[in-house]
């Protein structure tokens, strides 16, 4: 888990929760794809997702966001887009 | 019928007006007509086409050029590579129609072109035989094949001016519709594309996401406007911190919007906020001002009647009475109560699907010796998924994920997926709700416990 930063670990956590997932949040490596073969999320997540996002760091994710794509591809590119765009 | 019997592509035709907004760019009745003309031409000679463009212009552009070619669009039920490859046996003289790489196995694929650069030529409105099958949609049927429900012109063209009558549309107002929905399926096929066109409206080509996709695709279009979503999407933009451009009314269907969620998205938003009730066997049937009102009533030329214990409707445009999938209670013949959805049919975000249909495609699995979806009761707010039990000796829940991958829609994915020794078959083979929901709950506390 050494290479998991902080905010990974929280934002890994915060997917758990709002997806209701039944893994530990450990489980999620930080470069594993979120969507269809990794952790198999889908379009309904990814807006239950952005739901929390911007409650949460107060980011509102764009899909027309030229980083919008890379930025749900794992959760180490979400933790980049998060510390970039995070109001709160 | 006689063949002359025919019901024209628009309903009222004003050639500048705008048809379309692309990203900012409009795109006016007269290109449209042209355009329809010119890929009209260039298809080939088959009956049958899919197609999968998801520009919600060039998907019309496709659908228009086909009718016009007599050739009928058909809707599969899912993006999923097996269910295309499916109809694409069953209807094994089709090609492909699609605004980018996607394609289907084994059909010749056609790119509708972008034709901004293409030159605009003065046409007539095409008239389409009112008895042309137009579309054919595809719901899950309990035998585990789609089934298909062929939808004439005529029968679109009636559901669309029916509607447009319910909900006061004037095609003076020229209202522009931006839209979450795909416009694939019926729903979106009936609210955003032959609503707008046979009431001289607009809409956006795109299909926002996110909370701040769907202000900005709002944003980029002219008032008055009219959002055509989910119940899924209300929430979503009544949580986010976002403030939508005025709006003149929103349309949900797909599932029933909880009077809570109404009365907040009408107060947030300032509008008012409708809900569509329909589903494929018979299109958009009834309509409701949620805040005010639990009672369905239906469009007009619709009759509502009640033989045993099953309701059905009839309606012109229908050849045979439909009876209803849910659970409803009949107020007289032009209203209705909405009790529950059907057992079998289950709604996760707006996909319906068949629970038997599931479990087929998850027994026909190699290494699957028994295996059964299930839905949890509702949690509360968030959309509640469905899970599986499955008894594969040898097999892991990824290898049994990967294949149903391939041929269910993403959304009904069991999550998570359990492994058993066996499922708590009664003595007469059956599997209760009740100790279905027992397992479950024993696994889920041995998860937590276990890892």
Known sequence: MADVSPLEAEVAKLIVQTLNMKIDPAQIQPEQPLFGEG?????????????????????????????????????????????????? | MSFMNTAALLGPYHPDRVLAWGNGHPITYRRFLSEVATLADQLPEKPTVINLADDRYRFLVGLAAAMVRGQTTL???????????????????????????????ELHTYQIPKGEWSSVHNMSVPQIPVDHTAVVAFTSGSTGIPRPNPKTWGSLVAVARSTGVRLGLKTSDHMTVVATVPHQHMYGLEATIMLPIQHGMAFHV?????????????????????????????????????????????????????????????????????EVYGFTEAGSLATRRTVADETWHVLDGITLYQKSDRCYLQAPYLRESVSFPDAVSLQGPHRFVLHGRGGDIVNIGGHRVSLEDLNQKLNEIEGVQDGVFLLPDENGTSVTRLMAIVVAPGKSAEQILSTLRDVIDPVFLPRPLHLVANLPRNETGKLTREALLRLAHKLHEQDRHGS
């Open chain 2, 75 to 105: 809707l599969p039920p899912s993006r999923a590579p097996r269910a295309l490859a499916a109809i694409a046996k069953e209807y094994n003289n089709s090609y492909c129609l699609a605004d980018s790489q996607d394609t289907v196995e």
């Open chain 1, 39 to 88: 952790l198999g999320l889908d379009s309904i997540d990814a807006l239950e997702l952005s739901l929390a996002i911007s409650q949460f760091y107060g980011y509102g994710i764009r899909s027309d966001d030229p980083e919008a794509v890379a930025t749900f591809a794992s959760l180490r590119s979400l933790c980049k887009s998060i510390e970039k765009n995070r109001t709160k």
């Open chain 2, 206 to 274: 795109g299909r926002p996401l996110f909370p701040e996709d769907v202000r900005l695709a709002l944003a980029n279009v002219p008032s008055p406007r009219l959002l055509v979503t989910t119940p899924l999407h209300v929430r979503a933009c009544a949580t986010a911190p976002t403030r939508l451009p005025p709006m003149e009314f929103i349309l949900s269907a797909t599932a029933p919007l909880p009077v809570s969620l109404a009365k907040q998205a009408e107060t947030l938003f300032q509008t008012s906020v409708y």
